[in-house]
């Protein structure tokens, strides 16, 4: 009940002077054709185990974020402040025989199923919940240091086009940030839906 409660006072702000999640507004470009993707052959030397490694979403568009939220909280975009994104999001993912875990929002979780195919000369990956409806689609790499992080282009199966990086390390070296940011543009993505995650407040002490 306390639950409820809370959910429509926050729908009630957002619908006065919090702002809340708009994926209307956070929608850039309609799905369109990669032509060329890399591999995802990162240097091992610098990898964990394979299953226990953290991987951190420090880079994305504002549509990638927005979506992410939703689905983490499985909550309707207008029950979530933008404040609470961008400052409590803490999000990670971690892997497991195929299975991959999103974690945020101080312990929300939601597991999915990617499967790794061959689409032409590409190699993609499909997306989808393991559980209910959510986030599904097909992600392209096409752009990585082969060390740390790697940048895949996102094409939803609602038809919207998005993108994030996934990273290694919680902070990339500016060196690579420039890098991706040149990335985004050239693939026809605005600089203005930019955004990114800090994981300078969130709890990684179980980090190695």
């Not at 990669?34 to 490694?53: C, R, Y």
């Not at 892997?95 to 875990?101: D, E, L, P, R």
């Amino acid at each position: 009940m306390r639950s409820l409660i809370l959910q429509v006072a926050i729908f009630i702000l957002c619908a006065s002077s919090i702002k809340c999640l708009d994926l209307e507004s956070a929608k850039e470009l309609p799905c369109f054709p990669i032509h060329k993707t890399v591999p995802m052959e990162h240097d091992k030397s610098s990898d964990k185990p394979s299953g226990t490694a953290r991987i951190y979403y420090p880079f994305m568009s504002r549509l990638d974020l927005y979506k992410s939220a939703t689905d983490i909280l499985q909550k309707d975009p207008k029950e979530i402040s933008e404040s609470t994104v961008y400052y409590d999001a803490c999000i990670v993912w971690t892997s497991n025989n195929g299975t991959h875990i999103a974690e945020g929002f101080d312990g929300h979780t939601r597991e999915y199923s990617i499967d790794v195919v061959k689409e032409g000369s590409n190699q993609v990956t499909k997306i989808h919940p393991v559980e209910g409806p959510g986030a599904s689609g097909t992600g392209y790499v096409t752009l990585s240091d082969n060390k740390t992080f790697f940048f895949t282009a996102f094409c939803a199966n609602d038809g919207q086009m998005s993108w994030g990086v996934a990273s290694l390390i919680p902070k990339l070296p500016e060196e690579s940030v420039k890098k991706i940011h040149e990335h985004a543009v050239s693939l026809g993505f605005k600089k203005e839906y930019f955004t990114e995650l800090r994981y300078d407040g969130c709890d990684l002490e179980h980090d190695e």
